[in-house]
């Protein structure tokens, strides 16, 4: 077996090893198998499996934040904050929400001719699903994920990063201390490689993946060759529209968090700032000065910001201030490496006069940088919000609800916020995706639960009468099927009662084949 070496991203030293597995396969059989049993379980027994789930979490939350620091370099009180207790309410909310959500419901029939009948909609589990999760968030966003479709019924191949493997190692280990069945989640770690086969595999028949776009679209084409259900969460390039009214002071605090939180590596991230001219200069100062205030340092130690992940997306970073210099844009502060704590601490960086035509304003940025330019009108502002191909969150940051509503209507963005930004992910009853590139289907909440079942259509007939469209066909099927038409062209109540009325010749006809007083109760509320 070949192995995955971890290592600090704030000493560069290895902090443990993990194997790639070799016989994969076998491994999806071991949880594939499992599908019916689990499905089967009630919803009882698996609410008292998250129960103990919820215990689990809140005993290890210390040892997972602290991990997390370790491991993906993000302070340990942003990693309680940001992963282990939007994990621990997501628990919460499937608990308390999620019976009700999966029950099965009446299917009320529309069609008056179907009313002696009897319909319902189920909600059944896909089966084996493969999740494959980043490096950014290691521990929220796929314990959220497989929470879910565990919570549904579902079984899980789960592939965490090769850049944070032994926090995915943990994840597992937290459900199977909580009393999970081990053929409920299997971990499989690797690469490239490793995920294709996992994808390709006939035995997935889902896949949830959040990463880049390059990524997303292979999984999708892989996917498409036995048609599966994808969900894919694949980044932004976020904007943030600051109105004349917005308080200074606040707006700042606000987008400077809401763009260097994880030293910016977030996908939901604030990467272009918008600002009214009237206000320019002053949330520009304001925002300096908040930038400046940030402590970088070991992200075990009492700091708002610690090291970069990987160096690879440091050097992405790096090369769009670098092509933002070139073409005209100015420092005000960082923009470079940190070297006396690291050569993975970016300095959190503002940069102005900056334009449409420099990589930070169209291309994602996933590092600590803030570019901001003005506008002049409202259009301007969501002209050029939506000039970029991702479409995942943004903010718009004034005192005026009609503004702020009048120009959230006009973004696209799968999840937009006023006055704030990112913490949305954190609440369970929202839902998490985006739209254009930014990717495909939704996670978290009712809707994000939903995605995780087929939904199955169940009607049952048990009045004994053939039904009035089944062979033979008669000319009298033919004259009522005329007048059912015209029923449904010209529902009003006066061509209700005249139609009724040349329906009685008929009522023999009918009364052998339908629950008459039910199908006329129906019509006159059609």
């Known amino acids: 077996m070949s192995e995955i070496i971890s290592t600090n991203p704030a000493t560069g030293r290895e902090i443990g090893r993990v194997h790639v597995p070799r016989d994969i396969p076998s491994i999806i059989e071991k949880v594939h198998s499992f599908n019916q049993k689990w499905s089967e379980t009630s919803i009882r027994e698996r609410k008292r499996l998250f129960l103990n789930l919820k215990k689990v979490l809140f005993k290890r939350y210390e ?46 029939h529309f069609q008056p001719l179907f009313a002696g009948k009897r319909a319902r909609y189920r909600f059944v589990p896909y089966g084996t699903w493969a999740v494959i999760s980043p490096w950014n968030y290691p521990f929220a966003i796929p314990f959220i994920q497989i929470a879910h479709l565990l919570f549904s019924g579902n079984t899980v191949v789960f592939k965490p990063s090769p850049i944070t493997p032994l926090i995915g190692e943990k994840l597992v280990q937290l459900f199977l201390e909580a009393g999970f069945p081990e053929e409920t989640i299997a971990i499989i770690h690797g690469g490239a490689k490793e995920g294709e086969a996992i994808i390709t595999d006939e035995r997935v028949q889902a896949v949830v993946f959040t990463g880049s776009v390059p990524t997303g679209r292979r999984i999708m084409e892989l996917a498409s ?112 490496v940190n070297p006396d704590l690291g050569p993975l601490f970016m300095e959190p960086t503002v940069l102005v006069n900056v334009n449409r035509e420099m990589a930070v304003m169209k291309e994602e940025t996933f590092g600590p940088l803030i570019p901001i330019i003005p506008f002049d009108s409202e259009q301007e502002a969501v002209e050029m919000a939506n000039d970029i191909p991702y479409g995942l969150t943004a903010s718009i940051w004034t005192g005026d609800e009609e503004s702020a509503r009048r120009i959230a209507r006009k973004l696209q963005a799968g999840v937009i916020t006023i006055n704030s930004h990112v913490y949305s992910f954190a609440e369970p009853e929202s839902i998490w995706g985006g739209v254009k590139e930014s990717g495909v289907g939704r996670t978290h909440g009712r809707f994000g639960l939903m ?76």
């Open 63 to 108: 040892e997972v934040a602290h991990l997390i620091a370790v491991e993906q370099g993000k302070p340990v009180i942003e990693a309680i904050l940001a992963e282990v207790l939007s994990s621990l309410d997501a628990v919460h909310y499937l608990l308390k929400k999620g019976p009700s959500i999966l029950k099965s419901r009446p299917a009320p």
């Open 225 to 336: 060759r036995k048609p599966k259900k994808v969900i894919l969460e694949l980044g932004g390039k976020d904007p943030a529209i600051v109105l004349p009214d917005a308080p200074v002071e606040r707006t700042a605090r606000g987008i400077v968090w809401g763009a260097i939180m994880n030293a910016g590596q977030t996908c939901a991230s604030i990467e272009r700032v918008y600002v009214h001219r009237d206000i320019y200069s002053r949330i520009v100062d304001a925002v300096v000065e908040e930038v400046r205030r940030i402590r970088m340092g070991n992200p075990l130690e009492e700091v708002d910001m610690g090291p970069m992940t990987v160096d690879f997306q440091l050097k992405k970073v790096l090369n769009q201030v670098e092509d933002a210099k070139k073409k005209g844009a100015q420092i005000l502060t960082g923009g470079e």
């Open 451 to 526: 995605e995780t079942v087929q939904i199955q259509y169940m009607d049952e007939d048990y009045s004994g009468k053939p039904e009035i469209w089944w062979y033979p066909y008669k000319k009298t099927l033919e004259e009522l099927t005329a007048m059912w038409l015209e029923l449904m062209a010209n529902p009003t109540p006066v061509d209700k009662v005249r139609i009724m009325m040349r329906l009685s010749s008929r009522i023999g006809y009918l009364n052998r084949h339908l629950n008459l007083p039910r199908v006329i109760w129906k019509t006159m509320w059609y």
